[in-house]
């Protein structure tokens, strides 16, 4: 399915510089910021879950790890509303390939995730200028229209293809 046949590709957040400092499960360091998302490509994909009882959020979750080997070059993480210990059971528990960022509230995400509509949610970010730059959200009305695992794939691709909304060309 092409991207965003059922998704929204929200213009809304677009150019948000990200800052943040979170605690993390199943990464080292323990503490995730902003800078630990840049990637040989410049190409980062953070995955903002709904909250730890969402079943769907686990089963993006999960398609996002199935397709973790597919991801070269990028650098991939979720965001889970709730406490560090709950995202190390979260991240054991699901056997997840990626960082798990645990930020409550979405207080650190907060310019991000007030302009998405519904949850689970992906950010498309640009790992390359003096911050890290959101470069495209994908969401939708209803929680199942986040893009599934092979959709990141195909986002990832796309991204490539046309490069950064700056005009400087992804790295392949």
């Given at each position: 399915m092409p991207v965003g046949d059922h998704m929204n590709d929200s213009a809304h957040g677009v150019g948000q510089r990200l800052a943040f400092r979170v605690p993390t499960a199943g990464g080292d360091p323990e503490t995730y910021t902003a800078a630990d998302l840049s990637s040989p490509s410049g190409i980062a994909l953070l995955l903002f879950l709904r909250h730890h009882h969402c079943a769907l959020s686990r089963k993006r979750a999960r398609s996002l790890a199935a397709h973790a080997e597919e991801f070269d070059g990028v650098t991939v993480a979720a965001v889970l509303p709730d406490t560090a210990d709950r995202a190390n059971v979260w991240h054991r528990r699901y056997d997840l390939s990626f960082p798990?960022?645990?930020?409550?509230?979405?207080?650190?995400?907060?310019?991000?995730?007030?302009?998405?509509?519904?949850?689970?949610?992906?950010?498309r970010v640009d790992t390359r200028g003096e911050a890290p730059t959101v470069e495209q959200l994908y969401s939708g009305a209803r929680p199942q229209d986040c893009p599934t695992g092979e959709e990141m794939v195909d986002i990832v691709a796309e991204a490539r293809r046309e490069g950064p909304a700056t005009g400087r060309g992804f790295a392949d």
């Open positions: 798990l960022l645990a930020d409550p509230e979405f207080e650190q995400f907060e310019g991000v995730t007030e302009w998405v509509p519904q949850m689970p949610a992906v950010a």
